[in-house]
């Protein structure tokens, strides 16, 4: 380590003036004192200097600064092609999209599909909901697939797995799913709700079907595969996003579940992130004892990074919008701060299942916003993101940019009822 040691000579001249006394000017003294400043050009490693706490967290970061961290990126966004809205009147939508998957030069992505006759009630009206009218954007939906040359233009294919029968798990809703491709076959992973979302909660536990293909046909493996936390531990009722990837030989398998919520104290609501371990992806999985090993953001999106895992956490708690690092794919760390993240962000990788040792991150992959109605929130699309969070890729002047300027009207869109708040703060 190289140590930064600043020694300032100072001249100090001492000039002593006494009223009525000849004027007598002292010789300068030499005053050596030993210091150390913080240099002009930022050292590789941290200098053996006292630092304020700030400036010690520099240097715990993987890049100096953002133009040299590998784990920060500006997000850009690009409209799909191929996938029609209904003129965007609320009855279709496609959210949560998979981690695309590319098999003999195709990809592939599974998604919520939500094809109503009405557009959603919501969450808070779930008990006025019957067979065709949805509680939320993600009842009442089957997971559909769809297919592409180029991650721009898709083609949507056909159900892939479709809602079962009544009393089955899943018979009134199956969302959000993500992939597994494991020792030649393919797993999907999703939410399978047998009640309205917004009920009890948005309560769900989560299903698996497999198949040999990609285009199926998928059968149902287990239900129930991540276990829920006994009554009063933080996921109690909810195991959402379900995320898998290969780490050490295992399935590592990420999954959300929102706490301080339902039915009482909603407004404290927090999101917690868990991770289960298993080698057969039809279960058991094991719950880490250190769950949950994400106390902010929302969808998951874990991907292994150089020897570790890396995680892209959005949208809530202390630490939102920021990209995090862990060695053993449960201590996470902040890796960098972002802004205008993909919300549940699905990224293109190659090594997410092949037990990479030295993950190598992505660069471009799918998302969705959830707002994309004009009236309001009532469906949502998917969209593409590019980015630069690959080992392998390097745009800094695209995407290595501190700031991104926004025109005024996006801030003013964020309007502020002077009048109705009674502006005296
Ligand atoms: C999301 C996800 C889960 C929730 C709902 C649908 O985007 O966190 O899937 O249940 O919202």
Known sequence: MKIFRFVLHIPIVFL??????????????????????????????????PMSAATERMFGYPGKGIHDNELFSQFKYTRLKGFDYNNGDGTVTRRDPSRPIKVDGKYYIYYTKRQTTVPPIGARNASKTTDEIPSTDWDLCDIWYATSEDGITWEEQDIAVARPKK?????????????????????????????PSGLRGDWCPVSVSYADSPDGPWTHGASEVIPFGKKGEWDQDATHDPHPIVFKGKIYMYYKAAFNKWPDIRDQYAVGHGLVIGDDPLGPFEKHPLNPVMTSGHETTYFPFKEGVAALTIRDGNERETMQYSEDGVNFRIASSLSLTPTAAAPYLTDAFTNTNYGKGFTWGLCHFVNAGEAGEQHSIIARFDCDLSLEYDNPQVFKKSTVWHKPDVFFQQGFDQEKNNTEK
């Open 167 to 195: 009393p089955n798990s899943g018979w009134r809703s199956v969302a959000t799913p993500d992939i597994l491709i494991w020792k030649g076959k393919y797993y999907l992973y999703y939410q399978a709700f047998s009640e």
């Open 16 to 49: 002593l003036f006494s009223c009525g006394e000849p004027e007598t000017k002292s010789e300068p003294v030499s005053v050596e004192k030993t210091t150390a400043v913080f240099p002009h050009k930022t050292p590789d490693e941290k200098p053996n200097i």
